[in-house]
């Protein structure tokens, strides 16, 4: 990925000031709605550990397992525009060496991202396996996966919120 650091460059970028600010406005909502549904999909996971009736546990593991994949859709799109896009024209507003800083940070962040996606294809691929009749133990051990999935994604946006909304609104706040 090639990213855009010369003085030059970063006063071409400030002609678009309408762009970044509706960029960062896009970014924070998106980030909104998915963490809403991560924290719909774990409170819903949670609520397993308690039932008693596995039938009721299979269909709820089938039903989540289809809003987690979803939700996953939904981040990559996302994460593949923060990549492409919003990155990108974010680092032209900052100091070279602020921007080198802040692209390794988003790499480590990656990682984050892709160890979530791993549990969640292990949840997808335990639950596309279940056997009639599932037992407790296996409707505990695919919550748990599941759980772990929110909480890691849970986790990468606030580290990415913590990062990257400093820097945004402090670009925003010079743009006006």
């Known amino acids: 990925m090639e990213y855009r650091l010369s003085i030059?460059?970063?006063?071409?970028y400030a002609?678009?000031?309408?762009?970044?600010p509706a960029m960062v406005e896009r970014w924070k909502e998106e980030h909104?709605?998915?963490r809403?549904?991560?924290?719909e999909i774990r409170v819903m996971a949670a609520s397993m550990y308690s039932l008693e009736d596995?039938?009721?546990?299979?269909?709820?593991?089938i039903e989540l397992q289809d809003r987690m994949l979803s939700l996953i859709e939904d981040l990559e799109l996302h994460s593949e525009w923060e990549e492409m896009e919003l990155f990108p024209l974010l680092?032209?507003?900052l100091h070279p060496t602020t921007a080198l800083s802040i692209s390794r940070s988003v790499t480590v962040l990656e990682q984050d991202h892709d160890l979530a996606k791993r549990v969640?294809?292990?949840y997808v691929d335990g639950v596309n396996s279940m056997r009639v009749p599932i037992d407790l133990e296996f409707l505990h051990l695919m919550t748990s996966e599941l759980v772990t999935a929110c909480l890691i994604l849970l986790k990468h946006f606030t580290l990415e919120e913590?990062?990257?909304?400093?820097?945004?609104?402090?670009i925003l706040e010079n743009l006006d």
Not at 8 to 12: A, D, G, L, P, V
């Open 8 to 12: 030059q460059t970063n006063r071409e």
């Open 15 to 20: 002609s678009h000031g309408t762009l970044f």
């Open 32 to 34: 909104l709605q998915m």
């Open 36 to 39: 809403n549904q991560l924290k």
């Open 54 to 61: 596995c039938s009721i546990g299979m269909c709820k593991l």
């Open 91 to 93: 680092q032209t507003y």
């Open 120 to 122: 969640v294809q292990s």
């Open 162 to 170: 913590e990062l990257v909304y400093p820097l945004a609104d402090r």
